[in-house]
């Protein structure tokens, strides 16, 4: 737990002395991720198994939260209550996965060694304290921060923030720290990589969903914990799929609703809920995943969400296979340390430089941005594999993947926050401290933050990813512009127009014509988007690029989250956020959003279309029968905002009115003539 103790842990027959001065958490070996070989028909037993011992985990640091006093105590305290019986209860675990792997392959071999925790002492002091003595009864006496009872004299953390925040860091007492964040204008700026604009696969695709403003969460993993409540022990924003629950089977998310304007996109897009220590009492704070575990504070709903898929510089891409499961960074980086950790946090204008284990202090102005780089090479043959991650590897710096992977369209997600840098001299009480929710005993560290996608894009509109990336297009919903400032979109960044000349319709019908020819004005209708990014390993902090044109926020009232998100699987362990919150989630007017961040990223210059580019697009941008039927029948009615069209109908109708209105006046003129000679005859 995240306060001072005095305390003796004992590891393998190894006794570690703990004293105050930091956070205190357990730190178990990580079975889950060393178990590569799972059969098949095991597989459920195991994922049972494997989310009981992160249960154990939790309930262990929650009876060292709750009984910190004689853990200080009693030096043995620990040990006798705490971590020897975890120990036999992991044991005992480890035993029925050992034995359900046996019945139905090799026994594997080692597993009772993974039995022992430790506790471990973090490095960072306790917020608003100075390390001196730690208490009289212990014999050592430690010198408080501001408003400290020396009399109690037991190290405990003191309070420094409002509505029960411990000076430690977090309302829960277990984090976030002082320590945890830092000022991103002292940050270099990251070395960039190569440049992909001449590459093979540099187009981009861009599917719009939302911002999860149906306020759909839960604290279950389909993924890694499926058919386990609370299989993740903190809560998730949902995007994509509304089906998401542990317990959906992959005909539900194959059926279920789906919050992205492409109706072809039902995947599924989750990552731990960043919150506010401000006191607020979310619906879940007394529950599992929730207050229980040490996530508390308010929810907050994204500014702006993106989701990418680019290319590979070095290779073509191939199609996903549909219900591919990938994971980017580790849940558990804190305790595990940094192999698989892909946490990535900068600040809007400040993109080029990366956080890997902190949070961005950004200034006045500027937006929290986290940024997830997925794995881009696939084996070719698993959707899934025992650990989540053997099945799916990164391509190296020039693309290049490992023996026997094939390149796949790279996901990129880039989510937005408005929320103002923390103030830490007085532990968040003018402006709190935010955080992403975790494990409890991973004490909210940015490290650990993680994304979690299936795929289940539907194959025309997989295809059709494929097809752009290869081409060098850039093509979906919501991108905006054809990626060298030779096209426009529909004035909502509701679709784009690729220049390809293919004549299809990749916006999924919200306004946007990929047009007959291009729209660079000479007809020849290529893309060389030379600004796309390419894929990059986790070990590199870079800029992300690729979702440098931001998608306009999709107004849920225009088809934005399909046959109604409300709708969603609420199963018993799904958290809806009460629509009086529904205003924190309300989008910008269109175009507006897009701008305001490209400008503040600085990545990319704004794409208007000028009066000359709207000209020369308006033969080729007119539609054409086949760019009629390739609009869905759901979005040629109203979900178009009238308001958001240019180019095409809109030019055509500015060219027809005054046109229409000189040929009336002819009309009249001729019929007052005639009536004039008739009188006159």
């Not at 305390?7 to 889950?32: H, K, M, R, W, Y």
């Not at 590459?199 to 993924?223: K, M």
């Not at 907050?300 to 996903?320: E, H, I, Q, Y």
């Amino acid at each position: 737990m995240a306060v001072n103790v005095y305390a003796s842990a004992t590891s393998n027959g190894e006794t570690v002395q703990l004293t105050g001065g930091g956070a205190v958490t357990i730190d178990c070996p990580d079975v889950g991720n060393g178990l590569t070989a799972v059969p098949e028909q095991a597989a459920p037993e195991v994922a049972r198994e494997l989310a009981l011992l992160d249960e154990q985990i939790a309930a262990a640091y929650r009876q060292l939260q709750e009984q910190a006093d004689a853990v200080r105590q009693d030096p043995g305290f620990a040990d006798n209550a705490v971590m020897n019986p975890l120990k036999e209860k992991r044991g005992a675990t480890l035993g029925r996965i050992a034995d359900a792997i046996d019945r139905a392959g090799d026994r594997p071999e080692g597993l009772d060694s993974l039995a022992a925790c430790t506790l471990r002492v973090t490095e960072e002091p306790v917020q608003g304290q100075q390390q001196q003595e730690q208490g009289q009864e212990e014999g050592q006496k430690q010198e408080q921060g501001q408003n400290q009872n020396e009399g109690q004299g037991q190290g405990q953390a003191q309070g420094s923030g409002q509505n029960g925040q411990q000076g430690n860091g977090g309302q829960a007492g277990n984090g976030p720290v002082a320590g945890d964040y830092v000022d991103i204008t002292t940050v270099q700026p990251a070395q960039q990589g190569a440049d992909p604009g001449s590459g093979p696969s540099r187009g981009t695709f861009t599917t719009s969903c939302g911002v999860n403003e149906n306020g759909l969460f839960n604290s279950d993993n389909v993924i890694v914990a499926p058919g386990v409540s609370n299989g993740a022990h903190h809560f998730h924003d949902y995007i994509g799929n509304q089906s998401n629950t542990a317990f959906a089977s992959d005909e539900d998310l194959a059926n279920a609703e789906t919050s992205c304007v492409d109706q072809g996109d039902k995947s599924t897009y989750y990552w731990p809920v960043l919150r506010l220590q401000n006191g607020t009492q979310e619906q879940d704070a007394g529950s599992p995943g929730g207050g229980i575990e040490g996530n508390a504070g308010e929810i907050v709903t994204p500014k702006d969400v993106t989701l990418t898929f680019v290319g590979n510089p070095r290779s073509k891409v191939t199609a996903m296979p549909r219900l591919l499961r990938i994971i980017t960074g580790d849940a558990k980086a804190f305790v595990n340390g940094n192999a698989n950790a892909n946490a990535s946090w900068s600040c809007t204008g400040f993109e080029d430089r990366q956080l890997k284990d902190k949070y961005p202090l950004c200034p006045d102005g500027s937006d929290v941005v986290r940024t997830f780089r997925f794995q881009s090479c696939w084996d070719g043959s698993n959707i899934d594999s025992a650990n989540h991650r053997t099945h799916v590897a990164f391509a190296a710096p020039d693309g290049t993947c490992p023996a026997g992977f094939e390149a796949i369209p790279q996901l990129v997600q880039r989510i937005v926050y408005d929320v103002d840098a923390p103030s830490l001299a007085d532990g968040g009480r003018t402006k709190p401290l935010f955080a992403v929710d975790s494990f409890p005993e991973q004490l909210h560290k940015p490290v650990t933050d993680h994304g979690d996608f299936i795929n289940v894009f539907d194959e025309d509109l997989m295809g059709q990813m494929v097809g752009c990336i290869n081409d060098g297009r850039t093509c979906g919903a919501g991108t905006g512009d054809d990626g060298s400032g030779n096209g426009s979109d529909d004035g909502a960044g509701n679709g784009a127009d690729d220049g390809a000349g293919n004549g299809s319709d990749n916006g999924a019908g919200n306004g946007a014509d990929e047009g007959n020819g291009g729209d660079n004005g000479s007809g020849a209708g290529s893309d060389d988007n030379p600004g796309d990014d390419a894929q990059k390993p986790p070990a590199q902090s870079q800029a992300p690029d690729a979702p440098a044109t931001e998608p306009a926020e999709t107004d849920p009232a225009a088809g934005g989250d399909g046959a109604g998100g409300g709708s969603a699987d609420t199963g018993p362990d799904t958290y809806t956020k009460p629509t009086a919150d529904a205003p924190k989630a309300a989008t910008p007017a269109p175009g507006t959003e897009a701008e305001g961040e490209v400008g503040k990223a600085a990545t990319a210059p704004e794409k208007t279309p000028s009066p000359a580019d709207t000209a020369a697009d308006t033969p080729a941008d007119t539609d054409t029968p086949a760019d009629t039927g390739a609009q869905p029948p759901a979005d040629t009615g109203t979900g178009t905002q009238p308001q958001a069209v240019e180019g095409s109908l809109a030019e055509t109708g500015a060219t027809l009115w005054p046109a229409a209105a000189g040929g009336l006046l002819v009309i009249a003129g001729f019929v007052v003539l005639y009536r004039n000679v008739r009188r006159t005859g």
